[in-house]
């Protein structure tokens, strides 16, 4: 049995979004590898340190996987994958940071310094897969982000009222007040509709966005975290998933909510136009634009055959990212 290292946040139990360490390592296990995953320490200082123990006591393992992203965890992962070096142990980083063409930008000597020195790097979408190359770098392959089809019950909604679901982390870069606005751009034309955001604070943007709500005399729905099976449960009783951000890889909530039948808004930010065709299995619009939201939205609304075309499309794109047809691409990589 091959034994995998994996580094990143596992912070779930702290109320934080489960993240791909949780979902894509149990995969890995069940598939058959020993797979041991750091870190779950909510301190970040401690959760650094446990990794780096992590890597001395299991020295002998076969890969380390490592999640990258563009912000301060970026530099986690050039500690990681340096010691990794030091400790000649064969890593992988997955290309998780919506922002990563800006970070190659900004710190292109320890982007080299990773990446150059991987086993092979993981590109999730199309898009980093694309500007990485561009950017001079080789030694990747794309495998998409994953899940287990047979866990998503698909389901024709139907559009008596607008109701709207978001899901995300309360975060700046995902933009959660653009829906506040999106909601108020139906009230303003005297349209019925309704919104449910479901999802942990993050950056104090809940707060925020509660307030503002309130301040708009808006009725919204804010159900905190919640599970996969709850929130695919809620998902049942609402016909349009909008996605807000800003800044973008290939977000798994989105993924989902193709899975589950829900027609996606979505900005057309970082690796959303590689994930959604416009007009064929979604609707991407300017980021930023409540607007443009509301437009794409009631033609949703107005026009059922092209609504159903799009979710139909939209499912059966992702049930090429089910974990048994992605794992064949894992297990090669990991051969």
Not at 54 to 62: N, P, V
Not at 205 to 229: P, R
Not at 265 to 294: C, M, Q, R, Y
Request: aromatic share 12%; charged share 20%; with cysteine.
């Amino acid at each position: 049995m091959k034994t995998l290292i994996y580094i990143g946040n596992k912070l779930s139990h702290s109320g934080k979004t489960v993240t791909s360490i949780e979902t894509l390592g149990r995969f890995l296990s069940n598939s058959g590898y020993n797979v041991i995953t750091s870190s779950s320490k909510t301190n970040k200082y401690f959760r650094l340190l446990d990794m780096v123990i992590t890597l001395f006591r299991h020295y002998k393992a076969d890969y380390a996987l490592i999640d990258v992203y563009s912000t301060s965890n970026f530099y986690f992962a050039y500690i990681i994958s340096q010691l990794c070096r030091f400790l000649k142990i064969r890593y992988i980083p997955i290309l998780r940071g919506g922002n990563l063409d800006k970070r190659l930008k900004k710190s292109p000597v320890k982007s080299a310094q990773i990446f150059k020195n991987a086993h092979i790097n993981i590109a999730p979408s199309s898009y980093l897969l694309s500007y990485f190359k561009e950017t001079g770098y080789q030694n990747l392959i794309y495998i998409p982000n994953t899940i287990k089809i047979n866990k998503y019950q698909f389901k024709t909604r139907n559009f008596d009222t607008i109701r709207l679901l978001w899901v995300r982390s309360f975060s700046k870069i995902y933009n959660p007040k653009l829906a506040i606005y999106i909601l108020k751009s139906f009230r303003d034309k005297n349209i019925a509709a309704s919104l449910c955001m479901v999802g942990p604070e993050n950056d104090g943007s809940l707060s925020e966005v509660k307030a503002l709500a309130k301040s708009l005399n808006l009725d919204v729905e804010f159900t905190g975290k919640l599970s996969k099976e709850a929130w695919h449960k809620k998902a049942e009783n609402f016909n349009v998933f909008i996605n807000t951000t800003n800044v973008d890889n290939t977000p798994v909530s989105v993924i989902e909510a193709m899975a589950l039948g829900l027609p996606v808004v979505s900005t057309n930010v970082g690796g959303l136009p590689f994930l959604i065709k416009n007009n064929s299995d979604g609707i991407l619009v300017k980021p930023n634009n409540a607007e443009e939201f509301k437009n794409a939205i009631l033609e949703l609304k107005n026009t059922p055959l092209l609504t159903q075309q799009i979710v139909s499309n939209a499912r059966n794109k992702v049930e090429g990212y089910d974990w048994e047809i992605v794992k064949k691409q894992w297990m090669f990589i990991l051969s």
